[in-house]
Nanobody, 124 residues
Framework: QVQLAESGGGLVKAGGSMKFSCAAS????????MGWFRQASGKVREFVAG????????DYADSVKGRFTVSRDNAKNTVYLQMNNLKPEDTAVYYC?????????????????WGQGTQLTVSS
């Protein structure tokens, strides 16, 4: 089994920045893709960003392109999400995800492992 532990989250004003991190542990036996989803209250869960093992493949939701950056440190089995110019509509619970097949996709069903989620609230 693989465990994902997110850190970061909290309250930030619109226009501000925040960085999430997510450390993977357990039976990580192959190259993996990692990323982030989010779910706002009353809305469906949506893909935010993803990154392949090598970092050469990344993908972003249109709503965060140019504002969010996903990165990773494989030596630490950690993925990061740097979020700039935050907007109130970014308010959501953010989930770290891991796909053991090293493929970045936007379909939540592909990701076998999920973190517990961390809340981001952006005030106007």
């Amino acid at each position: 089994q693989v465990q994902l532990a997110e850190s970061g989250g909290g309250l930030v004003k619109a226009g501000g920045s925040m960085k999430f991190s997510c450390a993977a542990s357990g039976r990580i036996t192959a190259k993996t893709a990692m990323g982030w989803f989010r779910q706002a209250s009353g809305k469906v869960r949506e893909f935010v960003a993803g990154i392949s093992w090598s970092g050469t493949q990344t993908d972003y939701a249109d709503s965060v392109k140019g504002r969010f950056t996903v990165s990773r440190d494989n030596a630490k089995n950690t993925v990061y999400l740097q979020m700039n110019n935050l907007k109130p509509e970014d308010t959501a619970v953010y989930y770290c995800v891991l796909n053991p097949y090293d493929l970045v996709v936007t379909d939540a069903g592909v990701y076998d492992y999920w973190g517990q989620g961390t809340q981001l609230t952006v005030s106007s």
